[in-house]
């Protein structure tokens, strides 16, 4: 038994062919990683670039364990009272007024106890993910938060409870899936790592990319689904600011079958480049100097 | 395959220690843990049971590859790596290097006169022994500067209401309406990122440079990164946390493979940018480089690549040793071409003028 409780898997090739089956298409390595997490309770730690599939990793977790997906999306400055819970204060003053009306205001002690009690508690998405059992937790670019808050995470990550200091200690029945993403703008402490199983998400090879976008858009043919495969692949040898990911890679496909499109030509790859180029400096590198026409050749490559 | 796969590990974990991978026994106990549940006869299972438990970073995933290879494939391993830095002695300060010269009556206050000569002349000018000196009187560096308002909340005297603040405040009043608390964002450093140029034209001020890093790191705090750029990009940041600059300065000496090459700033820069900066690093931050701006390479992409740099960063303060000499432009080709992009352009040749360089990093102008 896994600790979801419900959906068991025996080998990483049954989980992999389970996620295959709710739409997402991980490599070996991914698949083993997931399993394991599974497995061993422990946190999954994913890098990799932009748009290589981290964060949607997760949901496709919450899909095959037939699990609500918490997420909680980092920033600097993120604290307890976002993450963790809240109290709810309006609520709280008006059962304070209330008891001081009802002439109850002398005993402190026990009008405390009231105020700081379950009924004025608000979970916030990592006791959520405490008090939900089965639950998949993705804390996405944990590296966006600051230190403070790894400190935070590190008692979840570990013990799988949360303190609040008013009303004692929440204990999970059992422990959420979580999968902590990041984009290493700067490192993650080492003991929060340390806590996590860590995987480094490559990008996709052509055979893989092109069972995904077939996968995602049944309707888009044999022959574009591969140029669009083939174009992406090339475009992340060409040196680039920002090169196109696997979400790229969908958004521009959504883009020309839009537009009704079946192959790739220069007028529709012109038209629909920002769907895969997002910065003004990269468009112009493939646009001139013939860049279009080696694009267009690399996406033809019937080898 | 050998048969005892987690004896093999114990073996791995051990190399790959030595080669700085933070392989510690809780991780080689999850190795064990993950072998359990995968299939240990398979060479696949086996390695990811490893990779995913042991490594931490994309250059622990290369390291572990090697090692992997070596212990299950029977490749030749690769050669230790250098495990203990060589250590350069610093002489106490205020020592004369040159005993001959100061004949017998060496005064305190004679010292102190020849300190404050030493900490204006150019670096490249002093033997080594005097630049050891000097380089001492760089380690206390103030660098209290700008800040930005940062997500969390610290009590003030007005502002928004503080609401845990007040209900604790109203439950002691009795229920009692009483005058909120109040909170207001608190300020925060902004980051510095300091690259230095440790190409061979620079070699005399290399040293000093490093120490300007880890003098700022000290003073800023874990948020600095420092990056050397050589013939290839290189992140220092970890080796510059030791407390003892002469343990960090050699640390760096041992990490950075390209010491005295030549640069092409341009690639460079790109390398930083994409790699780091743009993904956040840089984002809001003061953004040092000690470099004279001799490129090797194209000084036009190091002019695009600047452009980019101004629009992500907060501000870019270039220090440049021959902006201390006498009668100096800014003709090397890159130092031109990154010019227009730069805020503050300030000499770094002598100890004092890096002082004044840190004035500069937090806006209090000399």
Redesign the interface.
């Known amino acids: 038994m896994t600790h979801t409780g419900h959906v068991t898997f025996a080998?990483?090739g049954a989980l992999a062919a389970a996620l295959t089956s709710s739409g997402y298409l991980p490599d070996?390595?991914l698949a083993?990683?997931a399993?394991?997490a599974l497995?061993?309770q422990?946190p999954l730690f994913v890098?990799g670039d932009a748009g290589v599939g981290k964060t949607s990793l997760a949901l496709a977790l919450a899909t095959v364990l037939d699990a609500p997906l918490i997420r909680l999306q980092c920033?600097?400055?993120?604290?307890v009272a976002q993450a963790v819970y809240d109290?709810d204060?309006p609520r709280?003053?008006l059962h304070?007024?209330a008891?001081?009306a009802a002439g109850r205001?002398?005993d402190?002690d026990a009008?405390?106890g009231e105020?700081y009690s379950r009924r004025f508690l608000l979970a916030r998405p990592l006791l959520q993910a405490i008090e939900t059992s089965p639950s998949v937790l993705l804390v996405d670019e944990v590296?966006?938060a600051d230190?403070?808050f790894e400190a935070l995470l590190l008692e979840l990550l570990s013990e799988f409870t949360v303190t609040i200091p008013e009303l004692g200690t929440v204990r999970a029945e059992s422990p959420p899936v979580v999968v902590v993403t990041s984009?290493?703008?700067?490192?993650v402490h080492?003991a929060l790592?340390?806590r996590c199983?860590?995987?480094?998400v490559e990008h996709p090879g052509f055979a893989r990319e092109l069972a995904i976008v077939r996968h995602r858009y049944p309707d888009a043919t044999e022959q574009l689904a591969a140029q669009v495969a083939r174009a992406s692949a090339h475009l992340r040898g060409v040196d680039l600011?920002?090169p196109p990911g696997v979400a790229e890679t969908l958004d521009w496909t959504e883009a020309l079958l839009t537009l009704g499109v079946d192959s790739l030509d220069p007028d529709s790859v012109t038209r629909t480049l920002g769907a895969v180029l997002k910065y003004r400096e990269d468009q112009e590198a493939v646009l001139r100097d013939g860049g279009l026409v080696a694009l267009l050749e690399a996406a033809a490559d019937a080898g | 395959m050998p048969v005892d796969v987690p004896a093999a590990f114990v073996g791995l974990a051990r190399t790959l220690r030595a080669a700085g991978v933070d392989a510690s026994p809780d991780r080689l106990g999850a190795t064990v843990e993950a072998l359990t549940v995968l299939d240990a006869s398979s060479r696949d299972d086996v390695y990811w049971a490893g990779r995913l438990s042991l490594c931490a970073s994309p250059d622990d995933i290369e390291r572990y590859d090697r090692v992997f290879a070596a212990v299950f494939d029977g490749v030749v391993p690769m050669p230790a790596a250098a495990v203990e830095p060589a250590l350069r002695v610093v002489p106490p300060l205020g020592v004369p290097a040159d005993a001959d010269t100061e004949g017998d009556g060496p005064a305190r206050h004679a010292a102190a006169s020849r300190l404050e000569v030493l900490r204006r002349r150019d670096l490249a000018d002093l033997d080594d022994a005097d630049r050891a000196t000097a380089l001492a009187l760089l380690t206390p560096l103030s660098l209290v500067g700008p800040t930005r308002r940062s997500r969390r909340t610290g009590p003030a005297p007005h502002g928004p209401v503080d609401r845990h603040r007040t209900l604790r405040r109203t439950l002691r009043a009795g229920g009692e309406p009483v005058p909120p608390a109040s909170l207001r964002r608190r300020q925060r450093p902004r980051r510095v990122v300091v690259l230095v140029d440790v190409s061979g034209s620079m070699a005399p001020y290399a040293d000093a440079f490093v120490r300007f890093a880890h003098a700022t790191r000290r003073a800023r705090g874990p948020r600095t990164e420092v990056f050397t750029l050589g013939t290839r990009l290189t992140r220092v940041t970890r080796e510059l946390s030791y407390r003892d600059p002469a343990l960090a300065s050699a640390a760096v000496a041992a990490a950075v493979p390209d010491w005295s090459g030549g640069t092409r700033l341009g690639e460079l820069m790109k390398a930083f940018l994409d790699g780091w900066g743009r993904r956040g690093m840089a984002r809001g931050a003061i953004v040092v480089v000690l470099s004279d701006g001799w490129e090797r390479g194209d000084a036009a992409l190091l002019g695009a690549q600047l452009k980019q740099l101004r629009r992500l960063a907060y501000r870019i303060v270039w220090a440049n040793p021959r902006a201390g000499r006498p009668g100096f432009a800014p003709l090397a080709a890159g130092m031109a071409a990154a010019l227009p992009y730069v805020d503050d352009l300030v000499p770094g040749h002598s100890v004092d003028a890096l002082v004044r360089l840190a004035r500069t990093v937090v806006g209090r102008h000399a």
Do not use: C, S, V
Request: proline share 2%; hydrophobic share 35%.
């Open positions: 080998d990483p070996d390595g083993t990683a399993f394991l497995r061993m422990r890098e920033y600097e400055g993120i604290d109290w204060f709280q003053l304070l007024r008891a001081e205001a002398g402190a009008l405390e105020l590296d966006r230190d403070e984009n290493r703008t700067r490192d080492d790592k340390r199983l860590y995987h480094w600011q920002k």
